[in-house]
């Protein structure tokens, strides 16, 4: 088991604490296994398996549970012989109980416990849970595997594997944690990748959202993920498929990419404006959970690489903790904003730097952004290329690299 412990040092300091701990993120990102290493860390702190109950509600043995006064009265009958002592509770995937919200803030009033959830969507922050937790929860998102954590798995299936051929296979197999389970088999890892895209879709987007047109649904979703990293507008969207000889409004193309966001498939970034610090509200960018889905499901990743490179640029960043936007100079554009705690960083990424051109491109937009904050140019390059105070990596060492 992969220990994740760049997630576990942000949930340790609210372990025991009032907060409810919220775990979100696309389906089969290792939520349940972040649970399980919360367990263990509350194990080594001295709390006893009887300290610990925990429920997952996609388990039909549960089935029920799955509203919230069944569920209140059999957590209260589980917490009648550990009184005097403090209990834990463990709910996965949440979102299957009905009014779920009012049975947990009447756990934290009743009884002395610390409470963690895990959610597929982020619905579950919203509507309801704002009036009946607000103020009251903390939310840690889980994403797929990180390109060190993937080296990791990697290694568990084939220890002899050097750093370049591990990243060839995280191109295309991305950072499901379960494909380690499969021994990283092409064929069976695209089944299984195609199957949790399937289920990403019917269960957090369609059933969700109650969709009726699931074919319209389908065809925006193919168009993100074939334009992963590319400037479009939902406008743009609709033209593309009134030519498919389908008809949608702006509107509709907007509500669709707003459920897919809130399954955590899809991630949309802002476009910021750097002279007059602005965020931009039209022609966002939208990149996707993990791009061994998008190699499963369309195919062409290496043909698409320097997008996919951008993708794994981008979620890095969110996994590390940044709020990332794509900055605009002028008439250029900057791949990646990013802002932590006050600290900033900007990031060019490119598959080769092979002419000169490329280079004056990458390196050159930088000549319009004055101030002091780190200045990366990465790509696939062996060679350091760096120059004019911009710092240049190879993607593997950038993404390996303890900061940024």
């Not at 379960?178 to 299984?192: P, V």
């Not at 996919?308 to 903790?321: D, H, P």
Request: glycine residues 6%; negative net charge.
């Amino acid at each position: 088991m992969i220990k994740r412990e760049s997630y576990m040092a942000r949930i340790r300091p609210f372990i025991d604490g009032d907060l409810i701990k919220v775990l979100t993120g696309i389906r089969r990102s290792g939520k349940s296994v972040m649970l399980e290493l919360i367990k263990d860390e509350l194990r080594v702190r001295g709390v006893t398996e009887e300290q610990l109950v925990a429920f997952n509600f996609e388990d039909m043995r549960n089935a029920q549970l799955c509203t919230a006064e069944a569920l209140h009265d059999e957590l209260v009958r589980r917490a009648a012989p550990i009184k005097g002592r403090k209990i834990y509770f463990f709910f996965d995937e949440i979102q299957e109980v009905e009014r779920w919200e009012r049975c947990v803030n009447s756990l934290r009033v009743e009884m002395d416990c610390d409470i963690y959830i895990t959610g597929s969507n982020a619905k579950l922050l919203s509507g309801e849970l704002a009036t009946y937790l607000a103020g009251r929860y903390v939310e840690f998102i889980i994403y797929p595997f990180s390109f060190s954590e993937f080296l990791a798995l990697y290694h568990s299936v084939e220890p002899d594997a050097d750093t370049r051929t591990c990243f060839d296979r995280y191109l295309t197999f991305g950072g499901m944690p379960y494909l380690a389970n499969l021994r990283f088999d092409e064929t069976a890892c695209r089944q299984y990748l195609r199957d949790l895209f399937n289920s990403v879709e019917l269960k957090d987007i369609v059933k969700r959202n109650n969709v009726r047109d699931v074919d319209m649904l389908e065809r925006i979703i193919a168009y993100v993920t074939a334009n992963i990293g590319t400037t479009f507008s939902s406008t743009a969207i609709s033209k593309y498929l009134k030519n498919e000889g389908r008809r949608v409004s702006p509107e509709t193309v907007l509500n669709y990419l707003k459920a897919c966001s809130d399954a955590f498939l899809f991630y949309q970034v802002r476009r910021q404006d750097l002279q007059g610090k602005k965020i931009l509200t039209v022609n966002e960018k939208y990149y996707v959970a993990d791009h061994g889905i998008r190699e499963a499901v369309i195919g062409g990743n290496m043909r698409d690489i320097n997008l996919v490179l951008e993708n794994i640029v981008f979620m890095e960043a969110l996994r590390r903790g940044y709020s990332v936007t794509v900055g605009k100079v002028g008439e250029r554009e900057i791949d990646f904003v990013c802002e932590r705690h006050g600290e900033k960083c900007y990031i060019q990424v490119a598959y080769l730097l092979a002419a000169e051109e490329t280079v004056q491109r990458e390196f050159g937009v930088y000549e319009h952004v004055q101030d002091n904050f780190p200045k990366y140019v990465v790509s696939l390059d062996e060679f350091d290329m760096s120059r004019n105070g911009v710092r240049h990596y190879n993607i593997r060492d950038f993404l390996l690299a303890e900061n940024w």
